[in-house]
């Protein structure tokens, strides 16, 4: 997928990246605002900060390998988490057909252009810089969300510990395991939100706040998550605590359907929403 052909879309996208952490919002049509640059976008999005390159494993790694081969680049081979020869392959089709500069490893720009195609960043003009984009940035340590309205989500602190290129290493006292950028959607208890269970879930038992459907082979059933990067008004802002109690049909891979105990009418509005889900351990 070549970013260069949607470069017209951008300021949707700039809209939408507000979603990331709330601190971007595009300015209206008659009065366009130039997009943050990208040492800004950085500060608030972890993997912007991941230098990857061949030889380098683990979550990162695989959250690359889905993410290139979602956006239409499957030299990248399997989602292994190990970064070998094919996926430096996928890395440098994705500069190539991009304008980046073909190095083969994952800088902040790269990045940015990566989290684009999801409108989780906007687009940047390139300067042909190897580290175009890479300028130095100071970890975000700490978020803080609201309590939920109407019992729709966990409330949470939003507490991290950074860890390798301001990595969150935990989130409010749990192990962060894996990361992925997905892309969400919300149910509620009706019939119509969740034909044919209704106020239950896949298994049979109630539909309760912070429970979200997940493929079980992306994300494990009953894993603690926590979710941001939404912009619903309904949910806390900033991010939730979750577990993955549920399924559905139509939930497969890179997505989600977070449960909301709203009527109908708030469910549609939730729409289909831009995330960040952060799985969580012991």
Known sequence: MNLRIRRSAWGTALALSAGLAGAFVAAPPAAAAAPPPTAALAAQHPAMRQTLAIGDSGHWVCT??????????PSVGPMDGIFGPETQSGVEAFQRENGLP?????????WQDILAGFHLTPYLPHTGDPDDGGA????TT???TTAPSSGTAATSTGSTTPGQNGTPTTIDGYKVVAVYHMIATAYGPSLRDNYPYGPVDAFGQPLQAGMIAVDPSVIPLKSRVYVKGYTDSVLPAGGFLGRAMDTGGAIKGHRIDIFLNQNPQTVSHFGIEPVTVYVLGS
Do not use: C, E, F
């Open 102 to 110: 073909v190095t083969g490893r994952t800088n902040a720009q790269t």
């Open 136 to 139: 130095a940035v100071s970890p």
């Open 64 to 73: 690359l390998q889905a993410d290139l081969r979602l956006l239409g680049y």
């Open 142 to 144: 700490t978020t803080t």
